[in-house]
């Protein structure tokens, strides 16, 4: 069993369309992730166009060569300098503790390093304990907790 990690391309599209959907699926098993899932856009059907932005990081990895998961990081400019944003990272989950979220993780750290961003910083919901535990395996621990009400009636 060989873990591969890659920058997605052209033909990754079709699949990080149905892995994106998935992935955002499973949002609703978490408090706050209906708010989450609508504060970052949804990039289907423009990954041809998302694989070619470079301000994106997004990359592929799997068992063998069968693509299992993805992660999608943004570039942008703040006080502190370039940061990128890990927006969303999903693995199936027939590839989950296998290692495969890691690879994705320890690519996307290279990535940064390599662009001499300053920061880099990921999202996790509530109660995603593995996706916080993915996270903290590569050194990014929470700085910021936010809360929040919704005030409409």
Known sequence: MQIFVRR?????????????????????EF????????????VAPNWLAAVNNKSLGIF???????????LLA?????????IA???QVFVTKDARNLGVGDALISAT???AKGLK???????ALPGDRETKNLYERAGLVARL?????????
Do not use: H, N
């Not at 990754?12 to 699926?25: A, I, M, Q, T, V």
């Not at 961003?117 to 999202?123: E, N, Y």
């Open 74 to 82: 943004r570039m942008s400019t703040t006080v502190i300098g370039e």
């Open 31 to 42: 408090r706050g992730g209906g708010r989450l899932a609508k504060d970052i856009a949804v």
């Open 109 to 111: 750290v290279d990535w």
């Open 60 to 70: 592929v990895a799997g068992i063998d060569r069968t693509v299992m998961g993805y």
């Open 145 to 153: 907790i936010t809360v929040t009400t919704d005030l409409r009636d």
């Open 117 to 123: 961003i300053v920061a880099l910083d990921a999202l």
């Open 8 to 28: 997605g391309s052209e033909p990754d599209c079709e699949l990080l369309e149905l892995l994106e959907s998935e992935g955002r699926s499973s949002l609703d």
């Open 85 to 87: 944003t890990i927006e």
